[in-house]
């Protein structure tokens, strides 16, 4: 396992973990080395008062086997969170060794389908009988803001005929059928074994509302979540006690600047420039794109490194590019990095 440690409190100085996290970015250019750096099972807890930030997925609505949806898992204390479920979330779940049934609480950012179309997945398998999939003997206990009611509503009736024939068949408990809504307005939206989450509203453009950020608070370590956004005041203000800090970005190559539709998906999102804003603003220990939407011109996507150069011309701090399946691990204000990779 490779760490790197980069802390908050030391965010001022550091030169020289400003260099190593930048080769980290540098590796990550160069294709899947990054995942070459190590590759080894991570215990699933951690047991003092940090906290494990795992990227399931980094993708964006494009189908793609290396980048799956969106999805991240929190383990903090005795409970495993879980921010969004895009598309192939129970799968890397499944890697990472964590029962798809194991999962305490989910959160959704808001209703756009690329982040809520693996929690199907993650509800039914959950409760499948076999050990290896949790065999979750509870209901499933979803969280997100007005709108969440109906999609759960409607999941359950979806799979209403195999609940039944399962628990005839299988003789598997109702008990553990159940999907849970959990609506809310925004403010700390749950608490429980000194883990705290708050939702705060984001900026997703005029008609996609409601669109939720997330903070995540656990013996005194914090990780943001920005959900999807366009620059944000509103996280900027909410997110000053991150330590680590997941946003999303939007980049086209100039020579699109006439696409009409692609200036409506830019719209709806951060730009790389717009980003560095937020995090030179936040001053998290780290900062980390995921769900980063390159849009394609006649020569191809905007390449990471502009995308870093991008970023860097309103922010120099630590920066990292997330894969599916990378993990940070946040003690004492501090941001340490494993770096799994998905195959
Ligand atoms: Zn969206
Ligand atoms: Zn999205």
Same mark, same amino acid.
């Given at each position: ?17 400003? @260099?190593?996290?930048?080769?980290? $970015?540098? *590796?990550?250019? !160069? %294709?899947? #080395? /990054?995942?070459? =750096? ?46 969004? @479920?895009?598309?192939?979330?129970? $799968?890397? *779940?499944?890697? !990472? %060794?964590? #029962? /798809?049934?194991? =999962? ?240």
């Amino acid at each position: 396992m490779k760490f790197v440690n980069r802390s908050k409190a030391s965010r001022t100085g550091g030169t020289s973990l400003h @260099a190593v996290a930048a080769m980290i $970015i540098g *590796l990550s250019l !160069l %294709g899947r #080395p /990054v995942a070459a =750096i190590a590759q080894e099972t991570v215990s699933p807890r951690v047991q003092d008062t940090g906290m494990v930030v795992t990227l399931l997925g980094t993708g964006t609505p494009l189908l793609s086997a290396r980048r799956f949806g969106f999805s991240n898992i929190v383990q903090a204390g005795p409970l495993t969170l879980m921010f969004d @479920a895009g598309r192939g979330s129970a $799968i890397r *779940l499944g890697q !990472l %060794g964590i #029962p /798809v049934g194991r =999962i305490d609480a989910l959160f959704l950012t808001h209703f756009h389908s690329d982040h809520v179309v693996g929690l199907p997945d993650i509800f039914m398998t959950g409760y499948l009988g076999l050990k290896s999939l949790g065999g979750r003997q509870t209901p499933l206990q979803v969280y997100g803001p007005t709108g969440t009611k109906p999609l759960i509503d409607g999941i359950r009736q979806a799979f209403s005929a195999d609940a039944k024939i399962r628990h005839n068949d299988e003789k598997l408990s109702f008990d553990a059928m159940p999907i849970v809504a959990h609506e809310f307005e925004v403010g700390v939206v749950f608490e429980q074994s000194g883990v705290k989450v708050t939702a705060f509203e984001v900026d997703h453009g005029e008609h996609i509302k409601p669109s939720i950020g997330y903070q995540v608070d656990y013996g005194g370590n914090a990780v943001v979540f920005s959900g999807d956004t366009r620059h944000s005041e509103n996280l900027i203000s909410k997110s000053q006690n991150a330590d680590l800090i997941i946003h999303e970005m939007a980049a086209a190559p100039s020579e699109t600047n006439g696409n009409p539709v692609y200036q409506k998906i830019l719209g709806h999102h951060t730009s790389p420039e717009e980003a560095g804003d937020v995090f030179a603003r936040v001053k998290p220990a780290m900062a980390v794109y995921s769900h980063a939407g390159r849009l394609a011109g006649p020569t191809g996507v905007p390449s990471w490194g502009e995308i870093i150069k991008r970023t860097r011309k309103n922010y120099s701090g630590p920066l990292i590019i997330g894969e599916d399946l990378m993990q940070f691990f946040i003690s004492e204000n501090t941001v340490a990095i494993a770096v799994g990779g998905a195959d």
